[in-house]
């Protein structure tokens, strides 16, 4: 089935190249050209992906679209596209739950490489070896719906946070290198810098080390990786 991806751009040049390379490669592409009207159909229609400029006329910014969609439980993946001297503003957007992000100037590849890591883990399925549902301490992950629960409570994760996670419950107690991560997560023809990792740890620590279980952590493990420790009580 076509994928359907929202653009919301307001550089005319910038748009129609997105929409017609991307409507070559088979997707169905809908444009947006302010910050308003790209809330709108975010909100009001259901889209495989959103690429969302970060500068955005109209009084609202990608980063209020983001945020907004975040608020309303919507986990569509974002990419977000930024200048390079916006480097602030990217940590920010993937803190409010952006999933990549691609740095003006970028080249179309670059571009649909992103788009292609980021479908793949949306629409990822779990292998006949793995498990479909996965437990540790209060911690449940049903891959096949796409749901986190911790206890009865249901946690909201954007699907790269499920595919951290993932990773982290099929390797328990385990030390995960950042390039496994890259590797497994966003694939190894991808460019992505280390601190875009650690921000997506830091968001997934956020979602399932809290107050209520305090024995959960993800530990830094300095030069190595990461390692979940998971409340067993």
Same mark, same amino acid.
């Not at 629960?149 to 099929?170: A, D, P, R, W, Y």
């Not at 991808?190 to 997506?200: A, E, G, K, N, S």
């Given at each position: 089935?076509?994928?359907?991806?929202? #653009?919301?751009?307001?550089?005319?040049?910038?748009?129609? %190249?997105?929409?017609? +390379?991307?409507?070559?490669? =088979?997707?169905?592409? +809908? %444009?947006?050209?302010?910050?308003?009207? =790209?809330?709108?159909?975010?909100?009001?229609?259901?889209?495989?992906?959103?690429? /969302?400029?970060?500068? *955005?006329? =109209?009084?609202?910014?990608? /980063? !209020? @679209?983001?945020?907004?969609?975040?608020?309303?439980?919507?986990?569509?993946?974002?990419?977000? #596209?930024? %200048?390079?001297?916006?480097?602030?503003?990217?940590?920010?957007?993937?803190?409010?739950? %952006?999933?990549?992000?691609?740095?003006?100037?970028?080249?179309?590849?670059?571009?649909? $490489?992103?788009?292609? $890591?980021?479908?793949?883990?949306?629409?990822?399925?779990?292998?006949?070896?793995?498990?479909?549902?996965?437990?540790?301490?209060?911690?449940?992950? +049903?891959?096949?719906?796409?749901?986190?629960?911790?206890?009865?409570?249901? @946690? &909201? *994760?954007?699907?790269?946070?499920?595919?951290?996670?993932? @990773?982290?419950?099929?390797?328990?107690?385990?030390?995960?290198?950042?390039?496994?991560? #890259? +590797? &497994?997560?966003?694939?190894? !023809?991808?460019?992505?810098?280390?601190?875009?990792? !650690?921000?997506? &740890?830091?968001?997934?620590?956020?979602?399932?080390?809290?107050?209520?279980?305090? =024995?959960?952590?993800?530990?830094?493990?300095?030069?190595?990786?990461?390692?979940?420790? #998971?409340?067993?009580?």
């Amino acid at each position: 089935m076509m994928k359907r991806i929202l #653009l919301v751009e307001d550089d005319l040049a910038i748009r129609m %190249a997105i929409v017609d +390379d991307f409507s070559f490669e =088979g997707y169905h592409v +809908d %444009a947006a050209i302010s910050g308003p009207e =790209g809330m709108s159909m975010g909100l009001a229609k259901k889209y495989d992906l959103i690429i /969302l400029d970060l500068m *955005l006329p =109209g009084g609202t910014d990608g /980063l !209020d @679209i983001c945020k907004e969609l975040r608020r309303k439980d919507i986990t569509t993946p974002i990419i977000m #596209l930024t %200048a390079k001297s916006q480097d602030y503003d990217k940590v920010i957007g993937l803190e409010l739950g %952006a999933d990549d992000y691609v740095t003006k100037p970028y080249s179309p590849h670059e571009l649909r $490489a992103r788009v292609k $890591a980021v479908l793949r883990r949306s629409n990822s399925k779990p292998s006949i070896e793995s498990k479909p549902i996965i437990s540790a301490g209060p911690l449940v992950l +049903d891959i096949g719906k796409q749901e986190c629960k911790m206890g009865n409570q249901v @946690i &909201i *994760l954007s699907t790269l946070q499920i595919s951290l996670l993932q @990773i982290f419950l099929e390797n328990p107690g385990q030390v995960i290198s950042r390039q496994d991560i #890259l +590797d &497994i997560v966003w694939g190894p !023809d991808v460019l992505v810098t280390p601190r875009t990792i !650690d921000t997506h &740890i830091g968001n997934l620590r956020k979602k399932i080390c809290t107050p209520d279980y305090p =024995g959960n952590a993800i530990l830094t493990v300095r030069g190595l990786g990461y390692k979940l420790v #998971l409340d067993e009580t």
